[in-house]
Each structure stands twice: as structure tokens, then as C-alpha cells.
């Protein structure tokens, strides 16, 4: 279980977001199933722990004054471009086994066949992959199996196994990992082919050349 305390922020604006952040917490947006949104603040450590926890992809139960005031999965995180630190956070209001579309983080797993074998290179084209499904059945991530790899083979986004009850919402054709010649390999593969040669063109006998345009 995902659980975070939140409290209601007393100020707003620019003002209260700083007041706030020097205070070690974090202003939160809460919003979905067509109430208004809210605004709430959560603890920096804390949410940052939830985060590393699972809390990017699962969902998290919302407590207030140790009650549960709602569950919701996190949307959108804003981070300080020079500290990295999070500044703001959207969180949007789920239920248990509502469907929602979210991005889940791919990893591949496994030392490829063309890597190991052959020098290859594993590239992985695509990090994240849109999908739709139960909020409760969100894995933190979608692992692709890519030990039987050869040199120029690759896996697509409809290849990519899901959970049940999953669908995959970015393009089937998408190549989301491929394994490919290291570039020292590709050089000398290229140096070894032979010169391609210009065809002779045939000539028609008898026949008149085309005069050259001035």
C-alpha cells in the first residue's frame, strides 16, 4: 500500500508555493472525476520515498489527519532544472479498477545473443510506452525479454508482453529496442564490400545522338 499524508495549503500563489518549498514541502494539485481541483501540499522527503517506492506508476491512498480522503496516481512532476529537486506535483483521483492511460518505463533484461555473441550494440529507441488498463494492476515498469537478440533484430511496442487486462496505445510498429553493429564492426563491413561499378550504358546502333541542349 502507497500512502502519503497531505494537508490543505492555507496560501497560494507564487508567494505560498515558495513559503512552502522552504518549509520542505511540496505543492500538490489534486484533480479528476469532475470535482474541482485542490490544493494541497505533501512533504518533499516523503514524496520523493513514495516515489522511489513505486509511486510514479502506482496508486496512492491520500491521508488527512489519518484519514483516507482519496486515492489517486501521480500525473505530472515539475523538478528545479539546476537542484532536480521537485517543486510541484499533479495527482489525479482514481479508483480501484477504473481504467486509465498512463506511460510506463521499459527496461530491457538480458545480454542479447548479437551483444554477446557478435559485438553488437543494444539500443533502446523507446523508454516509455502509453498503455491503458486497471489503476490495481499497474506494474512499476514493462520488462522486455532481449537475450535471443541478433545483429539487426528488434522488438516492436505490439511485441512487448503486458498484463492482463492491458492494451498498448503507442503505434504496434514502434521499435522500442533493437541490436545493432557497433560502429567499428559497421566501418570494416563497409570497407569490405567491393566498389560499386557504374553500369556501361548500351548504345543503339544506328541511332542518332541527341543533340546537347545549349
Known sequence: MLKISVERRARLGTTGAQALR????IPVVLYGHGSEPETLAVEARSFEELLHHGGRTGMITLEDG???KDTALVREIQRDPVSRKIIHADLLRVTAHEKVRTRLRVVAVGN???VREFGGVLDLLVHELEVEGPVDGLPQQLEIDVAELGIHEHVIASEVPLPNG???LTPGDTVVVAVEPSKTAHQL???AAPAAEEAPQPEVIGETPAPTPE
Not at 522552504?22 to 514541502?25: F, L, M, N, R
Open 166 to 168: 492491458f492494451t498498448v
Open 189 to 191: 563491413e563497409e570497407a
Open 112 to 114: 542479447p545473443r548479437g
Open 66 to 68: 489519518g484519514k483516507t
Open 22 to 25: 522552504a518549509a520542505g514541502k
